[in-house]
C-alpha cells in the first residue's frame, strides 16, 4: 500500500544534542510536510516543501531545518534541542493542484532529556 | 486569516448513542473542510473531506459531516458509536492554492459502557 513512513517512532535525545526524523512516501506526491504537536494541541505547520521549494513558517524557530534530497525523502533536522521541543512530529504529503486531502506517517515522538 | 474553532475540549458519549462533534471556521471563501481522527500515539486519519458539491458528505467508519455556509460550520455526525471511535478528532480548513491546512484544537471522545 501507498504511505507515508517515518522513522523512527520514538526518539531520544539529549538537551542540545542535534537530531534528525526522517520521512519517506510512496504516494509520488510533490508535497511535504512537517507539523509539530504538542500534547494536548493540534499539529502547527513548522514548514513544507512543494517539490524542491522550501516554505517556512514565519513563527518556525532557526532551530529547525529541513531537507529533501528527492521526492520521497524529508527530513526534519533539530540543531539544539531544547527541552520545550520534546514534541510528536508528523510527516504529511499531498499532491498540489489537485483535491488531494493530507496523508499522514504515524508521527515520531521525541524526547529530550 | 483562516481559523478553525472546536468548542468541545471533551466529549463523553454512552456507547451506541449518537454523537456530533461542533467545528465552525473563519474564512472569506468557500473553504476546503476537512476531519481527521487521532488514536494515542498515532498519526492523523482523514475521516471525510468537503470540497464543493453536496454539502452532506459521508466518510469512513459510519461518520458524516454536513457543511453549512450560514452557520460557517461543518459538524460531523456519527448515529451510533462503537468503544474503538474513542480518539481525537480534529476539524480542518484549507486555502486551496497555498497547500497549507489549519487545524482545531481537537475534541477528545471518550466512550463508556
Known amino acids: 500500500d501507498a504511505m507515508v513512513i517515518q522513522n523512527p517512532r520514538y526518539q531520544v535525545t539529549q538537551f542540545g544534542k542535534p537530531v534528525t526524523l526522517s520521512c519517506s512516501q510512496t504516494l509520488n506526491h510533490n508535497v511535504m510536510y512537517w507539523y509539530q504537536q504538542k500534547s494536548s494541541q493540534a499539529p502547527k505547520l513548522l514548514f513544507h516543501y512543494y517539490d524542491k521549494d522550501f516554505n517556512n513558517e514565519a513563527d518556525t524557530p532557526d532551530n529547525f531545518q529541513s531537507r529533501r534530497p528527492n521526492t520521497s525523502f524529508c527530513f526534519l533536522d533539530i540543531r539544539s534541542p531544547g527541552l520545550g521541543d520534546a514534541a510528536m512530529y508528523l510527516c504529511a504529503t499531498s499532491r498540489k493542484d489537485t483535491l488531494s486531502p493530507l496523508h499522514f506517517g504515524n508521527g515520531t515522538r521525541l524526547t529530550v532529556t | 486569516a483562516q481559523s478553525v474553532t472546536q468548542p468541545d475540549i471533551h466529549i463523553t458519549v454512552s456507547e451506541g448513542a449518537s454523537l456530533e462533534l461542533r467545528c465552525n471556521y473563519s474564512y472569506g471563501a468557500t473553504p476546503y473542510l476537512f476531519w481527521y481522527v487521532q488514536s494515542p500515539g498515532q498519526g492523523l486519519q482523514l475521516l471525510l473531506k468537503?470540497?464543493?458539491?453536496?454539502?452532506l458528505v459521508q466518510g469512513i467508519k459510519g461518520f458524516e459531516a454536513e457543511f453549512k455556509r450560514s452557520q460557517s460550520s461543518f459538524n460531523l455526525r456519527k448515529p451510533s458509536v462503537h468503544w474503538s471511535d474513542a480518539a481525537e478528532y480534529f476539524c480542518?480548513?484549507?486555502?486551496?492554492?497555498?497547500?497549507?491546512?489549519?487545524f482545531g484544537t481537537g475534541t477528545r471522545l471518550t466512550i463508556i459502557p
Open positions: 468537503y470540497f464543493s458539491g453536496d454539502t
Open positions: 480542518a480548513v484549507e486555502n486551496f492554492g497555498n497547500e497549507k491546512l489549519t
